[in-house]
């Protein structure tokens, strides 16, 4: 399939076709951008690590879920540490 660089104020753009798009799962508003060897490549972009632990941890805080899965346990020398 070929398509048109077109001029978009002082960039230049491709219109991609919305069956293309989802034949390749591109369904959000953004893409990861590359260049591989003398090709231009958009890719779904990667899930962000550790996306939505803040409002996960928030959730189990404001249930009350959120204690301590191991109890705490000293080592053996703490007890002659000094803070």
Do not use: C, Y
């Amino acid at each position: 399939m070929r398509a048109t660089i077109r001029k978009i104020g002082n960039s230049q753009g491709v219109i991609l076709p919305k069956p293309v798009l989802a034949q390749v799962g591109l369904t959000g508003s953004e893409v990861e951008m590359t260049v591989e060897r003398d090709s231009i490549v958009l890719r779904k972009p990667k899930k962000q690590v550790r996306a939505g632990w803040a409002e996960a941890s928030k959730a189990l805080a404001d249930a009350g879920d959120d204690k301590l899965t191991w109890p705490e346990f000293p080592n053996d020398d703490d007890a002659k540490l000094k803070w």
